[in-house]
């Protein structure tokens, strides 16, 4: 899984099935289609596309029967793509296509587009900065170990034990953000 990122993408209908939940794409600038799925139970949309459109700009598009289109162009941040929606009933719409495809007109007029908006946007908040403090206890004890194994393979040791506790200290460097799964 090293090769992909985690795309999380919250404030969306709840799905109940194969084909409910609403509908998310991710599109690269020539149009070729990345993602299509639909929301889960929880209004979350959580997949993986490649690291290759790590700061490159893609176009995510969401759609739902009853809902406003959304499409906004996002720049794919190295950390993941982390997106709160706003999702807006639309009101021009045929009531009997809403109250088939999402089981209840009740639960379609009683959606609250700003009060979901605010909940995805904080849990969005609060995941990445948890993927952000993540990142940064990996250069911590990456730091600190190339910059602590010479000086004590020298105390031990002498010039080879530095050599050697520079060695290892590179090694760390290379591998610490893989072993926690940033890389």
């Known amino acids: 899984m090293s090769d992909k990122i985690k795309v999380y993408i919250n404030g969306l209908r709840k799905g109940n099935g194969k084909n409910s939940g609403t509908i998310v794409a991710i599109f690269d ?25 790590v ?3 893609v176009k995510l ?9 959304f499409s906004v162009d996002i720049i794919i941040d190295k950390i993941g793509l982390f997106y709160p929606i706003k999702l807006e009933r639309d009101y021009i719409v045929d009531k009997n296509l809403v109250k088939k495809k999402h089981g209840s007109l009740e639960t379609w007029q009683n959606w609250d587009s700003e009060g ?13 900065r948890k993927v ?6 990996a250069e911590v004890i990456t730091i600190s170990i190339l910059l602590g194994s010479p ?18 200290g590179l090694i760390s460097h290379f591998l610490t953000p893989k072993a926690l799964g940033i890389e």
């Open 61 to 69: 598009v969401v759609r739902d029967i009853g809902f406003k289109y």
């Open 29 to 53: 600038l020539r149009n070729r289609e990345l993602v299509n799925t639909r929301s889960n139970e929880k209004g979350v949309v959580e997949t993986f596309i490649d690291k290759r459109f």
């Open 55 to 57: 700061g490159k700009k």
């Open 116 to 128: 979901r908006y605010n909940e995805a946007r904080m849990e969005v908040q609060k995941l990445v």
């Open 151 to 168: 000086f004590l393979g020298f105390f031990l040791v002498g010039w080879i034990g530095v050599i050697i506790g520079l060695g290892l």
């Open 132 to 137: 952000r403090q993540k990142n940064l206890v």
